[in-house]
């Protein structure tokens, strides 16, 4: 039987380039894996994060014991190494000799190290770990820092001579695909193991696998004894009659199937075994009604996130993985796109295990590079056949927002098709997708390759105005009928430390952040043909390159901060429509303590269908909604007000210890100026900065569009000296993509004092920048 030990302790880590004799040779500090070496400078801003080749150096012999290896190699045993991710290129030396090369950081290697162990009589491993820029290996250029390092487990396997396949693209070996019929509550179960270790083609009849299938208590419920054919494929088929269906959140159930390699004549004594959990369930996507789950509408809502930790960069262990599940199941979503990137399998577990409906991808993403086809499909590749038996995955992802830096032109299209193609040849089943960037024209050829679609769109927040979103959709829907379309990415940032009592787009503030999803949850619900929405993004998360929102090195989307330490009421707008399994009442803006208004606005969020409210004491009344609710109350001079908000809980809820009541509370009070701490200092609203009516109307100024200040030569050259700063604040991509032709065509009919308060620019910023323009004249031809 095979073995499987963690060696995650105790690592030399040695950061500088070099050979691996130098690696080892040299001093360096002592780590524990998970490990990255970019946790701090990767999310500090000022996009200087180190980005190069690290080492990680290991004695084997020292960790595991020279005698044992060596017992192990002499009884004919194999020993592997199996990395769960090294980013973002790696390559592998034991004792010095080169064994590996590998160009994904997110996928499982494994490494056949027995030779170089019997050899050389010692076991000397270093790895080196590479995120530096090149022309090939994906991602290269996003809105997220690109951290290097081993930074998932590491484990060393023994196994016999001949063994289920552990050299199969970091696979399992074993792949199980069920197929539903729905009417007759029935599934056939299709299971196939491979074998390696087979000396010879003949040697294949003296072995056998058997497979068993078990139901989720571990019971057998079959059983099938299968040759192994020359190839070193076995094969076995079953019937489940009144099958269980993984369903959801509501009953995300799984059947097991274990494949055990045995020799044909004899007792039955494994030599090696594994299992694969997996679900029996029909997804199908509808133009017009949306996503199906077994035969029922089964909307999909949720969100999109990042694997990134405050302090701790990607290096993320069960703990964490398993408090981000805790906030997807807290908000009530059913479905998650893990962006940009294959994830490790603890994940793709745990949104097993709770019926969270899963898109995955690759990260082909934002600026196409020439020589990078044969990567993305090495990487969707592996991403595809790792992740087979997965339940919860409903489509493969194809890329993200790839037009953004880059043409659409034929050998990105054709590198699309192979990827395509690719998917549906490994999995016929599943379906494929792609997230479009939002500057992407609707009858681009792209949008003809995957089978369903979807669009990140940031209306109201980078350009344009939130209610564009909704326009879209519906063009885009009356045009193409017959395509499945979806919402991929949508999102603002917030600093919970912004308050205002009319927020607007631009500020950071929690509170538009909070307006903006209000009116997204209720654009999407409006449009039930969507057939998968993702809110971009659960949690804050690095982009070294980003310095703004009074932040450096983070994109603040998120609806709960970096650290997990904080919802931002955002989180709560959601959690009102989706969860329906924890009855609740939320107060918002619980951080906007002092306000200056003589009346404010009090609003919560709420599962509820009715919210009371009461300030000092005194009833301000109940109210009916649909997630939210508003009162305006009346601001008392002096001393601090206590306002406390309460609902009855009903069904669809079960009752609570406290008498069915759930409540919330906040103090507020009275300032006779706006708290500057609650203000981006940068931005702020631009309203009143200026009166109209002194601007000069035969020169420019911030109130003429972009493509009337670019005609002329003077008025232009201001402007792009202005944006080509304003995209440096956000980063390579915003760098990146601020020359491409659908995004400037966008740009250029907005008014200039509409991008400014967009961008968040200061009321001085834009009073200078006015008068520069006002002392340039227009030509006749542009005079209004």
């Given at each position: ?49 180190y980005r190069g080749t690290c080492w990680y150096v290991k004695d084997l012999y020292d960790s595991l014991g020279a005698e044992e290896v060596e017992k192990q190699i002499a009884s004919g045993r194999r020993v592997f190494l199996e990395f769960a991710g090294a980013a973002i290129t790696c390559e592998v030396f034991m004792n010095g000799r080169k064994l590996a090369h590998h160009e994904d950081g997110f996928s499982t290697l494994r490494v056949d190290i027995t030779e170089a162990l019997s050899e050389d009589k010692k076991g000397i491993l270093a790895v080196s770990c590479d995120n530096a820029d090149n022309d090939h290996v994906y991602p290269q250029k996003a809105d997220f820092t690109f951290y290097g390092g081993l930074y998932r487990d590491v484990f060393v396997v023994f196994a016999d001579r001949v063994h289920l396949a552990l050299m199969d693209h970091g696979t399992s070996g074993l792949f199980v695909t069920p ?606």
């Amino acid at each position: 039987m095979r073995e499987r030990i963690l060696i995650n302790r105790n690592w030399k880590f040695v950061k500088q380039a070099g050979s691996a004799e130098d690696a080892a040779r040299l001093q360096g500090e002592t780590v524990c894996l998970p490990h990255t070496w970019n946790a701090a400078d990767g999310q500090d801003g000022g996009n200087d994060y180190y980005r190069g080749t690290c080492w990680y150096v290991k004695d084997l012999y020292d960790s595991l014991g020279a005698e044992e290896v060596e017992k192990q190699i002499a009884s004919g045993r194999r020993v592997f190494l199996e990395f769960a991710g090294a980013a973002i290129t790696c390559e592998v030396f034991m004792n010095g000799r080169k064994l590996a090369h590998h160009e994904d950081g997110f996928s499982t290697l494994r490494v056949d190290i027995t030779e170089a162990l019997s050899e050389d009589k010692k076991g000397i491993l270093a790895v080196s770990c590479d995120n530096a820029d090149n022309d090939h290996v994906y991602p290269q250029k996003a809105d997220f820092t690109f951290y290097g390092g081993l930074y998932r487990d590491v484990f060393v396997v023994f196994a016999d001579r001949v063994h289920l396949a552990l050299m199969d693209h970091g696979t399992s070996g074993l792949f199980v695909t069920p197929e539903v019929n729905l009417e007759k509550s029935s599934a056939g179960v299709r299971a196939e193991a491979l074998v390696e270790g087979l000396r010879s083609p003949e040697e294949a009849e003296h072995w056998q696998v058997i497979f068993e299938l078990l139901d989720a208590n571990g019971n057998r419920l079959a059983e099938e004894a299968s040759a192994i054919d020359k190839s070193g494929k076995s094969q076995a088929a079953f019937d489940i009659a009144g099958v269980h269906l993984w369903d959801g959140v509501q009953d995300p159930y799984l059947y097991t199937m274990r494949a055990k390699l045995c020799l044909r004549k004899g007792p039955v004594q494994e030599a090696d075994a594994v299992s694969a959990r997996f679900g029996c369930r029909v997804m199908r996507m509808d133009p017009q009604k949306g996503f199906f789950l077994n035969g029922r509408s089964y909307p999909l809502r949720g969100v999109a996130m990042h694997q990134d930790y405050k302090d701790l960069g990607n290096a993320l262990t069960k703990k964490e993985f398993a408090e981000d599940m805790a906030f997807i199941r807290e908000i009530g979503a059913n479905t998650v796109r893990l962006s940009h990137y294959q994830y490790p399998q603890m994940f793709y577990d745990l949104c097993d295990e709770n019926g969270i409906v899963v898109w995955t991808e690759i990260p082909f993403i934002t600026m196409y590079m020439k020589n990078g086809r044969q990567n993305t499909l090495d990487q969707m590749r592996d991403l595809v056949l790792q992740n087979y038996n997965h339940p919860c995955i409903a489509v493969w992802g194809l890329s993200n927002e790839i037009t953004a830096a880059s043409a659409v032109n034929e050998d990105l299209i054709e590198n699309m098709r192979e990827l395509n193609d690719l998917c549906h040849r490994l999995d016929p089943q599943r379906k494929t997708t792609m997230a479009n960037v939002f500057m992407l024209e609707t009858d681009s050829p792209l949008l003809t390759i995957p089978d369903v679609n979807s669009y990140n769109l940031y209306f109201g927040w980078y350009v344009g105005e939130m209610k564009e979103t909704d326009a879209f959709f519906d063009v885009y829907h009356r045009k193409y009928p017959d395509r499945v379309i979806g919402f991929s990415e949508y999102g603002a940032d917030a600093n919970p430390a912004y308050q205002a009592e009319n927020p607007g787009q631009g500020d950071y503030t929690e509170g538009y952040q909070a307006l903006y999803h209000e009116h997204m949850i209720r654009m999407i619900q409006e449009r039930p043909y969507l057939w998968a929405t993702h809110v971009w993004n659960l949690f804050d998360f690095a982009a070294d390159g980003r310095d703004e929102g009074g932040k450096h090195g983070e994109n603040q989307k998120g609806l709960v901060t970096f650290d997990r330490k904080v919802r931002k009421d955002a989180f709560y707008a959601y959690k009102a429509v989706w969860n329906r399994t924890e009855p609740f009442v939320h107060l918002c803006g619980k951080r906007y303590v002092n306000r200056e208004s003589e009346v404010t606005k009090i609003k919560v969020y709420s599962n509820l269908p009715s919210v009371r409210l009461i300030v000092d004491g005194e009833d301000y009344g109940e109210k009916t909604g649909n997630g939210v609710f508003e009162w305006k109350v009346r601001m008392k001079t002096t001393g601090d007000m206590t306002v406390t908000a309460e609902a009855l809980v009903q069904e669809p809820f079960r009752q609570q210890e406290d008498a069915g009541t759930v409540r919330d509370k906040m103090t507020i009070r009275k300032v006779r100026e706006a708290d500057p701490a609650y203000r981006y200092q940068k931005g702020g609203g631009v309203a009143n900065w200026f009166d109209s009516s002194d601007l000069k109307p035969d020169c420019f100024s911030v109130e003429d569009t972009l493509g009337e200040l670019r005609k002329d030569a003077k008025a232009g050259a201001v402007v792009e000296s202005m944006m080509s700063r304003a995209a440096k604040n956000r980063g390579d991509v915003a760098e990146a993509v601020k020359d491409n032709p659908g995004l400037q065509k966008m740009l250029e009919r907005m008014t200039l004092v509409s991008l400014l308060k967009q961008g968040g620019a200061s009321p001085e910023d834009v009073k200078q920048l006015n008068r520069i323009l006002q002392t340039i004249p227009k030509k006749a031809e542009y005079e209004r």
